[in-house]
């Protein structure tokens, strides 16, 4: 490869990594796709053609977009296989690796069961129930968004801190952790328990919970903890590959199983099917069902009657966003870890205002602590007023995406509803874009939505424009307003103040 070769190469890994997060990025891409660029054509290679149709069918208008913002105009993509990926990676698990531990795999390791690894990039091999690998003790073994871990407490990665000793608990999720608590000590007492709540009011914590206290009491139970994703990921390779009845031989036997943010399932019949039936395989033999989910069983969004009811008849329980008392306990906790002092009338602050969940309170005191090493003084009600001020500038008022549209619009000086046009001129289309990335920071509108609001466009163009923007600001560029042209972070400032009016 040329040295401008590796270049994009480079860039468009890390523009994958940010649209993807690096979970998701290592996931699916590192060590099992390599790109090549000739002509306006970025190819996509990958080990076999399972996993080529995989990244075509899921992946496309996202590679179609980190290519964009890093080449700077639409490329042809196409997709193409590269039997070196699987021999290269095949051959760096018999060198680096014990048998039946690839440490590159997509790998869930049951604990206490025959297990194999899922690997999207291996191609496929001939099988058969005799020859299955026992699965190799691990430590902790990261896939996605969730860990399966061991139970070895000094080898926890950074996620599994969590354990029911540092859960603030408190009149929003009393319940939910007493439940924890309970199938923890009695396994199939409440199954399957369902925990639902808005992003970051502590599901998963429970769920590391659960699963940690599980593997301490019973190190050999056979349990599986993951996410969705990953069980649909899973489950597509047995369909393709592995076969089926190895599939469900291990996960229907399970006596502990944990999904995280279940609402990924909607609309995918066959993983539902499946996922149904080793529900209720599980519970005929007494096993512990544990599920997270954003919204109630009866809410899932494309959910079989069926398996909501299922869902439903275990016990439910509502995770609301911490009250005031136990947000002053997490920012109590925080500062005790980190042994730093903060002034009583700056912890109120932080406590009152930072009111959706504890990462917004983590996110606040990390900035704080950062100004207070920055500056070197200590962090006074004045000075946390101003550091914070754009965290919680808008939550006395609700912003909604027609705000965000009239501001931009008076701003730049456009004609009502430009932005939801079709026309793709620059005075247009850099709004539009500023209009997308203030959505995205000031609503909770998904990116389908705010796509839809500004035009019927794509999930992939509002990514686009939030990383557009983000280097303009990184670059300082000028942007040409109504009555004069000004730096984009002054853009933005003159936009916000008129949501805010």
């Known amino acids: 490869m040329t040295t401008k070769g590796k270049e994009i190469d480079v860039s468009l890994r890390d523009a994958l990594t940010a649209e993807l997060g690096s979970d998701r990025y290592q996931l699916w891409f590192v060590g099992k796709t390599r790109f090549t660029y000739s002509d306006q054509t970025l190819t996509c290679h990958a080990a076999n053609g399972f996993y080529q149709d995989w990244l075509r069918s899921n992946f496309r208008k996202i590679i179609e977009c980190a290519a964009d913002s890093v080449l700077g105009n639409p490329v042809t993509l196409r997709f193409a296989v590269d039997t070196n990926l699987a021999s290269a990676e095949v051959a760096q698990s018999a060198t680096n690796q014990p048998k039946g531990h690839d440490e590159n795999d997509v790998a869930v390791k049951i604990r206490g069961d025959k297990g194999e690894s899922f690997n999207p990039a291996r191609p496929p091999q001939s099988r058969n129930s005799n020859t299955d690998l026992q699965s190799q003790p691990i430590n902790q073994s990261s896939i996605g968004q969730s860990t399966v871990r061991s139970v070895e407490p000094d080898l926890y990665g950074p996620r599994g801190t969590a354990s029911f000793k540092n859960f603030v608990v408190g009149h ?29 009011v502590g599901k998963t914590h429970l769920l590391e919970s659960i699963w940690g206290s599980a593997l301490a009491r019973q190190p050999t139970v056979r349990g599986l903890f993951l996410t969705a994703e990953q069980f649909t990921s899973l489950f597509l390779e047995a369909l393709h590959h592995s076969g089926l009845p190895s599939f469900r031989r291990k996960y229907r036997n399970l006596e502990l199983l944990l999904l995280d943010d279940i609402q990924f399932f909607g609309g995918k019949n066959a993983t539902l099917g499946e996922l149904l039936q080793t529900v209720e395989s599980m519970l005929r033999r007494g096993g512990q069902v544990v599920l997270a989910a954003d919204r109630p069983p009866g809410e899932l969004p494309n959910f079989p009657l069926e398996l909501s009811s299922r869902f439903s008849g275990g016990m439910v329980c509502k995770m609301l966003p911490p009250d005031l008392e136990m947000r002053k306990e997490i920012v109590q906790r925080y500062l005790s ?8 009338t700056v912890q109120e602050l932080v406590a009152s205002r ?3 969940s504890p990462r917004e309170i983590f996110g606040a005191l990390n900035r704080l602590q950062a100004t207070e090493i920055a500056t070197e003084q200590p962090i006074t009600l004045a000075a946390a007023e101003g550091a914070l001020a754009d965290l919680y500038l808008y939550r006395g008022r609700n912003i909604r995406l027609i705000d965000i549209e009239k501001a931009v619009c008076d701003t730049f000086g456009l004609e009502p509803k430009s932005l939801r046009s079709s026309r793709k001129i620059k005075s247009i289309v850099q709004p539009r874009m500023l209009a997308m990335w203030l959505a995205r920071k000031y609503t909770r509108r998904g990116l389908t939505e705010i ?3 500004f035009g019927n466009r794509s999930h992939a163009t509002v990514i686009s424009a939030q990383k557009r923007v983000n280097d303009w600001m990184n670059r300082g560029d000028v942007l040409q307003l109504a009555d004069h042209a000004c730096p984009v972070e002054d853009a933005i400032r003159r936009v916000e103040s008129r949501m805010q009016a």
Do not use: I
């Open 451 to 453: 796509g839809n609001y």
């Open 337 to 344: 870890k980190r042994g730093w002092t903060l002034d009583e």
């Open 172 to 200: 929003a999720n009393r319940v939910a952790q007493a439940s924890a608590c309970m199938v923890t000590e009695s396994p199939g007492c409440l199954t399957p328990l369902f925990l639902y709540g808005s992003t970051g």
């Open 354 to 356: 930072m009111t959706d």
